[in-house]
């Protein structure tokens, strides 16, 4: 069955960086486009990032603009979400989400397949 798993969350200050990780299993890695979302208390998921399947096409909130960048590597189905210059409202659960389509796209209702999300705590 369709798996995605994410990793690579954890507490850090403000101006910090990590990187998150989605292991991708099930489908077909290399031809579906891929996105980052995230869901802060009280608030509703917001989209983060995507990446089309072949990495040509790559889409960002503009609140992370220039600071995060996606990226995946086909032969070992991971996608990686960097993210540098980490501020308090990016404290959030992170989910990775999977499309059929290999376009990329910025709304929830595009993909089909979901992680169970890794959370991101920015504080000092």
């Known amino acids: 069955q369709v798996q995605l798993v994410e990793s690579g969350g954890g507490l850090v200050q403000p101006g910090g960086s990590l990187r998150l990780s989605c292991a991708a299993s099930?489908?077909?890695?290399?031809?579906?486009?891929m996105g980052w979302f995230r869901q802060a208390p009280g608030k509703e998921r917001e989209f983060v990032a995507s990446?089309?399947?072949?990495?040509?096409?790559?889409f960002y909130a503009d609140s992370v603009k220039g600071r995060f960048t996606i990226s995946r590597d086909n032969v070992r189905r991971i996608l990686f979400l960097q993210m540098i210059s980490l501020k308090s409202e990016d404290t959030a659960a992170y989910y990775c989400?999977?499309?059929?389509?290999?376009?990329?796209?910025?709304?929830?209702?595009?993909?089909?397949?979901w992680g169970r999300g890794t959370q991101v705590t920015v504080s000092s």
């Open positions: 099930g489908f077909t890695f290399s031809t579906s486009a």
């Open positions: 989400a999977a499309r059929v389509s290999g376009l990329a796209a910025p709304t929830e209702d595009d993909y089909t397949y």
């Open positions: 990446i089309s399947s072949g990495q040509s096409t790559s």
